[in-house]
């Protein structure tokens, strides 16, 4: 018998001497643990014919274990969840759910919402930590409503400007996050579906405001599915001095 207590690919040799005619059996008594994994043994069984046998070889795999948990709260659809930025999962009603591929025996695992339900805002618990040798069975999903639309607003926040800029626009939300802004810069109003201006995923949005007059369109959109009313800023961009005058319309030139 040989204990192995080294990682990755190594040769290894019993002590005891064989000779010509003798049969061998070469099996594995103990698995391996922390992670837990299942090691077989092949052409690990035969008769010594007058040479070393060196063949011998023993493949080991980490053994993985399911993640599953509980979901409350849900009436929306849309909810799927992702663990560790894979493997999609679909929930369509409250109760028990499972992911339906394992995690390897001392990983680390992350679940996170990869799409809300609509009109609904949902928290996770004890969606984070390390497979430890069993199933993951306690990971809570609670969806409660979301009623509420995000607000955006730009930095600056238009103006007279004697030279270029580059505009922000930060979308807040207190319930389920930013999902994406939608702006135009041609006075047209921005829309998401059918697509009109440029959408940007996330919660802020960078615009380079060139020399000339500006009218800077945008709403965003929140997880949940909530859309504000799209807003608008006016930005004018000249180094000639030219006189602005505020009008209902925006910025105008002034003579």
Known sequence: RITVMEYGFLSFSFSTKFYRGDSYNVQVTTNPTNPNQVCTASNNT????????SNIAVTCSTNSYLISGTVSGLTGSGLSLQVNGGNDTAI????SFSFSSGIADGSVYNITISGYPSRQNCSLSNNTGTIS????????????????????SPTPNGGVFTSSQTITLNCSDAGSGCKRIVYTTNGQIPEFSPQNGTIVSGNSA????????????YKSEDNAGNMELFKE??????????VYIATNEGLSRGS
Do not use: K
Request: hydrophobic fraction near 35%; include cysteine.
């Open 46 to 53: 035969g008769l010594v014919s007058g040479n070393d046998i």
């Open 92 to 95: 369509s009603s409250n109760g």
């Open 233 to 242: 800023s006016f930005f004018s961009v000249s180094n000639n001095g030219f």
């Open 206 to 217: 960078t615009i380079s405001i060139s020399m000339g007059d500006t009218q800077l369109l």
């Open 133 to 152: 040798g069993a199933n993951v069975t306690n990971v809570g999903v609670v969806c409660t409503s979301d009623i509420l639309s995000p607000a955006t």
